[in-house]
T-cell receptor, first 117, second 113 residues
Framework: GAVVSQHPSRVICKSGTSVKIECRSL??????MFWYRQFPKQSLMLMAT?????????EQGVEKDKFLINHASLTLSTLTVTSAHPEDSSFYIC?????????????FGQGTRLTVV | SQKIEQNSEALNIQEGKTATLTCNYT??????LQWYRQDPGRGPVFLLL?????KEKRKERLKVTFDTTLKQSLFHITASQPADSATYLC????????????FGKGTTLSVSS
């Protein structure tokens, strides 16, 4: 089945530095990928929709200059948390939907636990 | 405003019993409703999808119902096992190109032996 791979699974960074998270669709092409953030015991909150070859669409309240998204190919989207602060510490998850044959289910990466110290 | 509610944050049951989880939504008209399982520190994994014109869907020990009048879905796990312990998320799906799933907060199920 379709697989989405996310890397790294854990990262600890110092306040003020930037962190890049990669999301790859391994056996299907994803023109659209989605980035979510999840706080403990909370729902997955959609941050942005990443579109291959064009600008990402950000949800209300998500700073586009802080969370830079690049979707340069049909199999790779990256999220860069710039000038990270402790309040950015969270679990970030990417997702892609394989629409071949009308299949609408979503595949998720393993998630990235970001800790900013 | 739009809202998705899963009936309880936590559900504890004994092994062998049936677990029933509820998902209610307001101010949405989804084409599909999906259920996912999430283990701690992992991304969600797809379980079942049910369309708006379907009443019930089954897969092994799992059963999902979808009532668009009540705006509610029920998710059942029969003959539950400790390995079923996880957080279960319902997600609304508009099935439009480029749209994301919208998730409830989830219900954490604990099955004790």
């Amino acid at each position: 089945g379709a697989v989405v791979s996310q890397h790294p699974s854990r990262v600890i960074c110092k306040s003020g530095t930037s962190v890049k998270i990669e999301c790859r669709s391994l056996d299907f092409q994803a023109t659209t990928m989605f980035w979510y953030r999840q706080f403990p015991k909370q729902s997955l909150m959609l941050m942005a929709t990443s579109n291959e070859g064009s600008k990402a669409t950000y949800e209300q309240g998500v700073e586009k200059d802080k969370f830079l998204i690049n979707h340069a190919s049909l199999t790779l989207s990256t999220l860069t948390v710039t000038s990270a602060h402790p309040e950015d510490s969270s679990f970030y998850i990417c997702s892609a939907r394989d629409r071949v044959g009308g299949n609408t289910k979503a595949f998720f990466g393993q998630g990235t636990r970001l800790t900013v110290v | 405003s739009q809202k998705i509610e899963q009936n309880s944050e936590a559900l504890n049951i004994q092994e062998g019993k049936t677990a029933t989880l509820t998902c209610n939504y307001t101010n949405y008209s989804p084409a599909y409703l999906q259920w996912y399982r999430q283990d701690p520190g992992r991304g969600p994994v797809f379980l079942l999808l049910i369309r708006e014109n379907e009443k019930e869907k089954r897969k092994e020990r799992l059963k999902v119902t979808f009532d668009t009048t009540l705006k509610q879905s029920l998710f059942h796990i029969t003959a539950s096992q400790p390995a079923d312990s996880a957080t279960y998320l319902c997600a609304l799906d508009y099935n439009q190109a480029g749209t994301a799933l919208i998730f409830g907060k989830g219900t954490t199920l604990s099955v004790s032996s």
